[in-house]
């Protein structure tokens, strides 16, 4: 086992955020050297890249990281870590992550009330502030395991998150990618048929439009999906859309902005420590998004690991 590195790992995502990230990193890295706060950064290249910096980096005794780009990669750095903890039976409990808000959605500091500015993120940094979150495990159909940072969801979230993505890969970096890939979403609706079981028990069986399940509240850019998620209660929130005609989800849609999901008599939420997703046919072995991030098909099973994590927060 290497010695432990007292210094910050930090993993860089060039392509983040809608073309400012090495502008934003700039002004990061200045900020850092200014407050005296040790590092050491380095680049990603590809997709995934951060996951496997992240556990080469807890390999070479890093136990402080941090994230600059957005939630994607805030989900591969946790992703990394959690595979080292696995693999090495090394609690998460040593690890301090946390992530300086170059991309462009930065939801999950959004779901911890932190300001999503460089300043804030440096400040936090130097001065030490931290907190405990749940460690949440997601694994897919093939077995694979990673862990959910923020939210996650099947159906209509895998579908925007599809657009998203292609969009992305496309070279498009406009702040409106999410909200017009919305759009079309909604448009091009689709149901999918699964059964919900939450610490064992059923909790939904039938044709749906979407399955959101969260340790945090905020997702999309500000929807408040899982708006009554809190981020080290032990529990994993889920939130299902049932099939409803459009005029239905049109009086149901403001729910996802003043976060009043977990009081409709429309929509079903539940809050436990395991939840499991399975398509009820084939048509319905539909993506599963996390974190932003498409981590394979249906069925998958989300779970509270019982370990806890330190995170760079008030």
């Known amino acids: 086992m ?9 993993i860089v995502n ?4 809608s073309g400012k990230t090495l502008s ?23 997709k995934s890249h951060a996951r496997e910096l992240a556990q080469q980096a807890a390999r070479d005794g890093y136990r402080r990281l941090l ?21 090495t039976g090394t609690p998460a409990e040593e690890f301090l992550l946390g992530n300086i808000p170059i991309g462009s959605g ?12 460089i300043e804030t993120a440096v400040r936090l940094v130097s001065e030490g502030a ?14 694979k395991v990673c862990c959910m940072a923020n939210i996650g969801g099947t159906g209509f979230d895998s579908q925007v998150c599809e657009r998203v993505n292609a969009r992305k890969e496309r070279g498009h970096r406009s702040r409106w990618i999410y909200l017009t890939s919305l759009i079309v979403t909604i448009l091009k609706l689709k149901r999918l048929n699964v059964e919900i079981s939450g610490d064992g028990e059923v909790v939904y069986s039938g044709p749906c439009f979407s399955v959101a399940f969260g340790n945090g509240r905020y997702s999309g850019g500000g929807m408040l999906q899982t708006a009554a998620a809190v981020m080290d209660d032990g529990l994993v929130d889920v939130l299902v859309v049932p099939v409803m005609s459009l005029l239905r989800i049109a ?3 403001h729910r996802l902005f003043d976060g009043t999901t977990p009081e409709s008599s429309s929509l079903i939420y539940r809050q436990c420590r395991e939840i499991n997703v399975r398509p009820l046919d084939a048509a319905s072995s539909l ?6 991030e498409i981590e394979g098909v249906l069925p998958v099973t989300i779970s509270f690991t019982g370990q806890k994590v330190g995170i760079v927060a008030p």
Not at 108 to 117: F, T
Not at 287 to 292: A, F, N, Q, R, S
């Open 2 to 10: 290497n010695e432990t590195r007292t210094e910050w790992y930090i």
């Open 14 to 17: 060039p392509r983040a955020g």
């Open 24 to 46: 934003g990193w700039t002004e990061a890295e200045r900020r850092l050297l200014e407050c005296g706060v040790p590092f050491t950064s380095v680049f990603t290249r590809y």
């Open 67 to 87: 994230a600059a780009g957005g939630d994607g990669t805030v989900h591969e750095m946790f992703c990394g870590v959690l595979d080292f903890c696995i693999g």
């Open 106 to 117: 930065n939801d999950w500091l959004r779901s911890l009330d932190v300001p999503r500015d």
């Open 130 to 143: 931290s907190r405990m979150q749940d460690v949440v495990s997601v694994t897919n159909s093939e077995g």
């Open 251 to 253: 009086r149901e849609i």
């Open 287 to 292: 993506p599963v998004e996390i974190d932003g």
